[in-house]
């Protein structure tokens, strides 16, 4: 079957750095998303890989490794505001996208 | 960037009434429509796959006369709950498929959501 692992919650401080980690067997690969979502409302989108490495944006950064099925999402200089879900998404052989369950993560002053 | 409205972002019903939900693509054509329900704390949860012009496609599970989607146009896609029940109470978030042609990537754009309570 298809699954996506990503932990259920972290907690960081402000100013600091957190990785959120997500690994994936899936049938086929076309590329992984990364979503934010705040509570009560729609996840927003925050990056794309398709290739293996690192891509960079702004305080954001997500990571790929096809062979080892495995990505991460880096937010440095951390803020209140980006206290939410974070959604690791797959699209497979069929281009439909298969979702974790999303990491809740908690920003402390 | 792409953006896709949808409306309404709340609404309360009565037991065993209808409700309809719009989404539109507002600078783009959606060949491809999602439809997603999410329960609280929970991921999105698939509930069908709409092509404009052709018949939706259900996930397991999912009761197609109870969730109707129309996808008439490259711009609207609608979900129609109904005869709703209190199980129904959910956020009902759509999502388009848009070919990006800078970035060579199907970008997936999210309609705002809406929190369906029915009562």
């Known amino acids: 079957g298809q699954n996506i692992d990503q932990p259920t919650e972290m907690t960081a401080t402000e100013g600091a750095i957190v990785q959120i980690n997500c690994t994936y067997q899936t049938s086929g690969f076309n590329g992984l998303f990364w979503y934010q979502q705040h509570a009560g409302e729609a996840p927003t989108f925050l990056s794309y890989n398709v290739l293996d490495g690192l891509e960079e944006k702004g305080r954001f950064s997500s990571f790929l490794s096809r062979s080892k099925g495995y990505s991460y999402l880096l937010l440095k200089e951390l803020q209140m505001k980006d206290s939410a879900s974070y959604l690791c998404a797959v699209l497979d052989s069929n281009y439909q996208l298969i979702w974790g369950a999303g990491t809740k993560l908690i920003i402390k002053p | 960037g792409a953006v896709v409205s949808q409306h309404p972002s709340r609404v309360i019903c009565k037991s065993g009434t209808s409700v309809k939900i719009e989404c539109r693509s507002l600078?783009?054509?959606?060949?491809?429509m999602f439809w997603y329900r999410q329960f609280p704390k929970k991921s999105l949860m698939l509930m069908a796959t709409?092509?404009?012009?052709?018949?939706?496609?259900?996930e397991q599970g999912v009761e197609k006369d109870k969730f109707l989607i129309n996808h008439a146009s490259l711009t609207l896609s609608t979900l129609t709950v109904t005869s709703a029940h209190p199980e129904d109470s959910s956020f009902y978030i759509c999502?388009?498929?848009?070919?990006?042609?800078?970035?060579?990537?199907?970008?997936?754009?999210f309609g705002s959501g809406t929190r369906l309570t029915v009562v």
């Open positions: 709409s092509n404009e012009g052709s018949k939706a496609t259900y």
């Open positions: 999502s388009a498929r848009a070919l990006d042609r800078v970035a060579s990537m199907e970008a997936y754009t």
């Open positions: 600078d783009f054509q959606a060949t491809t």
